[in-house]
């Protein structure tokens, strides 16, 4: 099945640093969101994407869907500790009658050190 | 407003027997997914329902999982008979109108040993 390529797998920053994530895929799709999942929760949505070259913030959060519709990126300026978790890129395919499945990448674990 | 809610929170069980794990998706919520996540293979859709209708049942692993949804307030999916491989964490989501952005519960873990 289609794959989202999520990367860095994990990423231990320091505390006021910027980070930068990614999702890449070789299909287009019509919808990126992003999903933050803290231990013992579910993810919980942090933005939605709907258009190529969308650039949407969401506090200290941006992201970004690629202009080929086949990646997407989120950066997070001036990290603090509570912004650890475990952060999802998910793709939406229309694709006739399965419009609302989203496709996860396995996740970018943030850690940060106050 | 309540968000999804998902019971129990936890579940141990032996192999064999039957498990059923609930949700109740947010109120007006049109779209419900039920969702398996392991470390192996990331988060899955199993299945999702419309209007309370089943649209798409192409991730649900084998005939011994099953889901329901009686009414738009309540789904169920269930295990029978459960193996150890069925271990995970279930997630159920919901979603307004037009299924695009989904909202998560906190989810059942599973463990079938």
């Known amino acids: 099945g289609q794959q989202l390529n999520q990367s860095p797998q994990s990423m231990f920053i320091q505390e006021g640093e910027d980070v930068s994530m990614n999702c890449t895929s070789s299909?287009?799709?019509?919808?990126w969101l992003w999903y933050k999942q803290e231990p013992g929760e579910g993810p919980v949505l942090l933005i939605a994407?709907?258009?190529?070259?969308e650039l949407t913030s969401n506090g200290r959060l941006t992201a970004q869907f690629g202009i080929t519709r086949k990646d997407s990126f989120l950066n997070i300026s001036a990290s603090i500790p509570s912004d650890v978790g475990i952060y999802f890129c998910a793709g939406q395919k229309d694709s006739g009658g399965s419009n609302y499945k989203l496709t996860f990448g396995k996740g970018t674990l943030l850690t940060v050190n106050p | 407003d309540a968000g999804v809610i998902q019971s129990p929170r936890h579940e141990v069980t032996e192999m064999g027997q039957e498990v059923t794990l609930r949700c109740k998706p947010i109120s007006g919520h049109d779209y419900l997914f039920w969702y398996r996540q392991t470390m192996m293979r990331g988060l899955e859709l199993l299945i999702y329902f419309n209007n309370n209708v089943p649209i798409d049942d192409s991730g649900m692993p084998e005939d011994r999982f099953s889901a329901k949804m009686p009414n738009a307030s309540f789904s169920t999916l269930k295990i029978q008979p459960s193996e150890p491989r069925d271990s995970a964490v279930y997630f159920c989501?919901?979603?307004?109108?037009?299924?695009?952005?989904?909202?998560f519960g906190p989810g059942t873990r599973l463990t079938v040993l």
């Open positions: 994407l709907y258009k190529a070259g």
């Open positions: 989501a919901s979603s307004p109108y037009s299924g695009l952005e989904q909202f």
């Open positions: 299909s287009i799709f019509n919808t």
